[in-house]
């Protein structure tokens, strides 16, 4: 079994839900914490990568630039049944409980700018991208290099009048 050198988020176990997957990792829903999502690596070599993506997160948090709030790098503990490997397009392919990895943040509900472009809610979505456009300026200005920062790694609240920037696992920062 392999093991990894981070704090278990609980000692339970949880039940994921797929939500959506990046280039390096699949996003999940944990059930016992409806306020958190957490990101897993496809493979081995992505861990690299959601380590880079966690610390470029934590520090555009730490400056201001409006992200999930990072929860940390948590080894999760859940089960895992033939359905769910059905079901949520697991790439971790065996059953039985899991100790996976995991980049863990807030949860964020917004509606995805890509979604906005394409509604018959044109000026929210020209309104959403000049405030997605500011905070990757902001970040720009503190050394941070966006990569693939388009409206898909973009939410909107309306409510709030806010862009929330995420999937960051091509970004660089000149310290």
């Not at 949520?88 to 995991?102: C, V």
């Not at 807030?106 to 979604?115: F, P």
């Not at 693939?148 to 696992?169: I, M, P, Q, R």
């Amino acid at each position: 079994m392999i093991t990894y050198d981070y704090p278990p988020l609980a000692e339970q176990d949880m039940v994921p839900k797929f939500i959506d997957e990046g280039t390096y990792g699949q996003i999940y829903e944990v059930s016992r914490f409806a306020d958190l999502v957490v990101k897993v690596p496809f493979y081995d070599p992505g861990l690299d990568c959601l380590v880079r993506e966690y610390s470029i997160a934590q520090a555009l948090f730490d400056r201001g630039i409006s992200v999930p709030k990072p929860k940390g790098m948590h080894t999760i503990e859940w089960r895992r049944s033939k359905d769910m490997l059905i079901k949520d397009k697991s790439p971790h392919w065996y059953l039985g409980t899991d100790f996976l990895p995991g980049f863990v943040m807030e949860k964020i509900n917004g509606i995805r700018l890509y979604d906005l472009r394409w509604s018959d809610r044109r000026e929210l979505f020209h309104r959403a991208n000049y405030l997605r456009l500011e905070e990757l300026d902001k970040a720009e200005a503190l050394g941070f290099i966006p990569c693939d920062a388009t409206g898909s790694n973009a939410f909107y609240l309306e409510a709030e009048d806010k862009v929330v920037l995420f999937d960051f696992d091509g970004w660089k920062w000149k310290k």
